[in-house]
């Protein structure tokens, strides 16, 4: 019998289950299953003190009853973020669609080909709306954007800049305070000293490198940035603009007056304010920087019958490839929101787009002339769609505060007493009478009301943008709900995800997002808030957060939480950004160095390099443990310089090392801190955690193990938690009275997805969440007990149990018959299956991590698929099959090949795509056959316009 608790319906296995998957495993009880996996000195002493569960429905009321406690005031403040209308065949389709929200990244090509589509529509916009060649689909905020950009110029110095150590970067003045803050904050260890000053007074030197402007600036105004920019050049300088993107609708874009990167965020387009994030940043830049451009690009390929289609491109620079050498630490960024800015703009089309903006622009000069009228000063000459008004004397800026508040309006004060107004999207005649009133009423004058605003905006012709953009077809089709709907359905029928099947991507932790966690993400009076509203408008969304703030602290047992980071390698820069804090406050400043084991995560060697550190990497033994004698040997070699180690718990290997707390104390007595990488967390919760072990500082990946879905490759939520002695050093955010370790744009990141995990802990409870660390045992205990004979399990703990995750091994079947492990990935797509990680952390290897939340039936079903493939490279290694024309080295079979008329392979069509009777009931149809890796690469072609003649 089930329950009403979320936990009955999130853990897949049921109690009738259990005995069965037990035997096989070879245990009596699931708890002599955890007592023989996770080590005894490691244990909890006691459940985790958290709320009793709630069911389903009394989490929708308790939600909505804090949503009620926030106060939705109309918001101009603007400072990067701005209310906006989610077209609702958006947020039907894409936002609250499982298909597009639990997906995975696209590495798995041939079954991504939906969501690969939507974000090169978005670098398409991206890179129409700037006028630069070349955009990535998505970076994490706007501020951190402003980082990688400093850090990439900084990279792409000349030979001679590097020579004299040029590594002065300017920044003009008025840039936001966030993004001048986490600019700051990266710039630190890098080497990098921040200029700030005024772009017209600014004297170039030898040393200067790069420079960053904003576009319009922070009071709005629109600054003509050609002669700096030439003036720049000529010095050997290059210049990063930050520019609202939707203002590129009605302004000369930075491409067409000289800008070697342009980047800013995208919540403009589509996506509700959420408190601050998550929303989707985008950068652009010179086709010739394309190599040290962060984050992930599309690109076209072809597939093996020359099928033109869609790929991740230029993989080999991120970070999983090149490790410490990576440019970027970036991994998670902001798929879906980019995915929803994309629909936004194929919704709209180039004409909407200019209608929305102009609709802004000319509220914006109305009000100017209005309120001018009224004896206010205005400071800009140029404007799109932000004024900065000075009060008269009789007239406080609080006054008008209270008088707006009165009307549940919300203005932007600056520190001088000046009145900051932004118009959006959803400014319309009677916010504008509103608005207007407002000011009309503290300078004791009348006006009458307005019932259309006038048509003339107030720009000059040299701002004014002449050149066309999105003329492509797909943004000129779809301005129908029917048409957009249809489209929708269209890509998202290309791509697998979580509404499919299982997807058992080993460290990703692809578990349940359950629905009823992510209702508040359309609730407006949590997504409807701006992140600089003042506290009293905020207070259900601010008890919310420190409750799950608190929360996280038990489930890892450390002091202290900063939600700031938006991702897990945000989340690595940010604790190991703490530890370099903490170092230097005691006079320790000098130590550099940090020991990574040689299977950790890319991230992890990346985030070091960014935050100033020297990567040392240790061996692992042959069991996959981390070789005590090599992390003695290099602790003690290294004793005067070591900042920390960095390790992922349990290992990447998936395996429960006994000697963790030894590890630990090793590090400790060599004067390091130790960084947990919190990836693998679903091993960990109610069992033991970080802060018993012994660590430092954690991150805890939000989308991994606290139920928050991938979206394609983003939004994450990667906050840390510190013990005591760090605590001082976390994050503090301007808004919140600080700039020291500022490391996002918004106080809290990723506050809008935030509901989720505190959904997630509220209704499953400690009871629920430690069952779901068991059941995540079992079930990958289950699998590598069935797996074990055919493809053989790499590594195992102590007592001869996997973690929450396996490696299957594949090199031993490469050898002997030429199968590689991809060929086994590609041919789980005939099957209606996402490939489990492949290659990570081992070479040649698959690992495959089915989580609590799939049930027998479906873990069943995966195994006899992955023992059919086995069949079928037995086929091989025995020769009934051809080595060079079998349903392995040629899948994944498209529908196209499978109905066409000249199938030509020495197996049938029915062997090729309905080789189980299972696949019949679930069968998922490719559209494009296996894809070229190369030649994406060797040509890269990333927006829609382009193609390959
Ligand atoms: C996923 C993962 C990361 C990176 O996290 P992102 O949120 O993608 O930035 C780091 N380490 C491990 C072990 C991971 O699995």
Redo the contacts with the bound molecule.
């Keep these: 019998m089930k329950t009403d608790l979320l936990s009955d319906r999130h853990i897949g296995i049921e109690e009738k289950d259990m005995e069965k998957m037990l035997s096989t495993i070879g245990v009596k009880s699931l708890n002599e299953l955890i007592n023989q996996t996770i080590p005894s000195n490691i244990r909890l002493k006691k459940p985790l003190n958290l709320p009793a569960p709630m069911t389903e429905r009394a989490f929708a009321e308790h939600v909505n009853a804090l949503g009620a406690k926030n106060k939705l005031f109309t918001s101009y403040i603007g400072m990067g973020w701005y209310d906006t209308i989610t077209p609702a065949v958006i947020q039907r389709n894409v936002l609250e669609n499982p298909v597009w929200y639990t997906s995975y990244t696209p590495y798995q090509s041939e079954v991504s080909q939906g969501r690969l589509e939507a974000l090169m529509n978005f670098q398409t916009v991206v890179t129409d709306l700037t006028a630069m060649p070349l955009a990535n689909c998505s970076l994490l905020d706007e501020a951190t954007a402003a980082a990688e950009a400093a850090f990439m110029m900084f990279g792409l110095r000349t030979r001679d800049q590097q020579k004299s150590g040029a590594n002065i970067l300017f920044v003009d003045e008025k840039i936001f305070p966030q993004t001048l803050a986490v600019i700051n904050t990266r710039a630190l260890h890098q080497g990098i000293m921040v200029q700030t000053g005024n772009y017209k007074e600014v004297e170039f030197t030898p040393d200067m490198f790069g420079c960053i402007v904003q576009y319009p600036n922070a009071d709005g105004n629109v600054e003509d940035y050609r002669g700096f920019t030439e003036k720049a050049h000529a010095a050997g300088c290059k210049v990063a603009v930050a520019a609202d993107i939707l203002s590129l609708a009605l302004l000369v874009p930075p491409g067409e007056w000289g800008a070697d990167i342009v980047f800013g965020s995208t919540q403009r387009l589509g996506i509700p304010m959420y408190y601050g994030g998550p929303s989707a940043a985008y950068f652009a830049t010179r086709d010739e920087y394309k190599r040290s451009m962060p984050g992930r690009i599309i690109g076209w390929s072809k597939d093996k019958y020359g099928k033109l289609c869609y790929r991740m491109a230029l993989q080999t620079r991120e970070q999983h490839i090149k490790r410490e050498k990576a440019t970027s630490?970036?991994?998670?960024s902001q798929a879906l929101l980019a995915t929803m800015s994309g629909f936004y703009a194929v919704y709209h089309g180039a004409e909407g787009l200019k209608n929305i903006a102009n609709r802004i622009h000319l509220t914006a000069t109305y009000v100017n002339k209005v309120l001018k009228k009224l004896g206010y000063k205005q400071h800009n000459t140029q404007f799109f769609d932000t004024l900065r008004f000075s009060l008269f004397d009789q007239i406080s800026a609080s006054q008008i505060r209270t008088i707006a508040e009165s009307k549940k309006v919300n203005f932007r004060y600056f520190e001088n007493g000046d009145v900051g107004i932004s118009i959006d999207e959803t400014t319309d005649i009677r916010d504008i009478n509103v608005l207007v009133s407002i000011f009309s009423i503290a300078a004791e004058k009348e006006l009458p009301e307005i019932s259309s605003i006038p048509e003339t905006g107030s720009l000059k012709e040299i701002f004014k943008r002449k050149s066309s953009f999105l003329t492509h077809p797909v943004f000129n089709q779809y301005h129908t709900e029917t048409e957009m709907m249809r489209y929708i359905k269209r890509l998202d029928r290309k791509d697998i995800s979580l509404a499919h099947s299982m997807i058992s991507l080993g460290?990703?932790t692809m578990k349940l997002n359950a629905a009823s966690e992510l209702f508040p993400l359309s609730n407006q009076s949590f997504a409807g808030l701006h992140p600089f509203a003042p506290e009293d408008q905020v207070e259900g969304f601010a008890w919310l957060i420190y409750n799950l703030g608190e929360y996280l602290k038990t489930i890892t047992g450390f002091a202290g939480v900063s939600f700031q980071p938006n991702?897990?390698?945000?989340?690595?820069y940010t604790g190991l950004r703490v530890i370099r804090t903490y170092l230097e406050v005691k006079g320790k400043g000098h130590r550099n160095k940090i020991l990574i084991p040689a299977s950790?995560?890319g991230?992890?060697p990346a985030s070091a390099v960014q935050a100033g550190f020297t990567p040392v990497i240790c061996d692992c033994d042959e069991f996959g443990n981390v070789d005590m004698e090599d992390l003695r040997a290099k602790a003690e070699a290294n004793r005067d310089e070591l900042a920390a180690l960095m390790i992922?718990y349990p290992s990447?290997h998936g395996i429960f090392e006994t000697e963790i707390k030894e590890i630990c104390d090793i590090i400790h007595s060599c004067g390091g801190q130790v960084y947990m990488?919190g990836?693998?967390m679903n091993a960990q919760v109610g069992f033991t955690n970080p802060g018993t072990i012994g660590a430092d500082v954690c991150h805890l990946?939000l989308?991994?193990t606290f139920a928050i879905p991938h979206g394609g490759g983003?939004p994450?939520a990667?906050p840390i938690c510190v013990a005591k002695h760090l605590v001082p050093f976390l994050p503090e955010h301007p808004f919140k009275g600080g700039t020291k370790n500022t490391v996002s744009s918004a106080p809290y990141g990723s506050a809008g997805i935030l509901p989720i995990t505190y959904g997630y802990i509220r209704m499953m409870g400690a009871e629920g969440l430690t069952k779901a660390t068991a059941v995540a045992i079992l079930n990958a205990n289950y699998m590598a007990a069935r797996l074990k004979d055919t493809y053989g399990i790499v590594y195992s703990g102590a007592n001869g149990f996997v973690g929450h995750e396996m490696i299957l091994e594949c090199r031993d079947i490469f050898q002997q018959t030429g199968i590689s492990e991809n060929d086994i990935a590609k041919r789980l797509m005939d099957f209606g299956y996402h490939a489990p990680t492949l290659s990570f952390p081992v070479h040649g290897t698959l690992m495959v991590e089915p989580t609590e939340s799939e049930s027998l039936a479906e873990l069943d079903n995966f195994i006899d698929v992955m023992h059919t493939i086995y069949q079928e490279i037995q086929e091989v290694k025995e020769g009934t099959a051809y080595k060079d024309d079998n349903v392995l080295v040629n899948s994944p079979h498209p529908e196209y090949e499978v109905v066409g008329d000249n199938w030509q392979h020495a197996y049938s069509r029915e062997k090729a795509a309905y080789p189980i009777p299972s696949v019949r009931d679930n069968k998922f149809w490719l559209n494009v056959a296996r894809i070229d890796n190369t030649l994406g690469d060797r040509k890269l072609l990333t927006t829609r316009y382009d193609s390959f003649e």
């Design positions: 630490n970036i991994c998670t460290s990703c991702s897990g390698a945000a989340g690595e950790a995560h991230t992890n992922t990447t990488d990836a693998n990946n989308h991994k983003g994450g990667g």
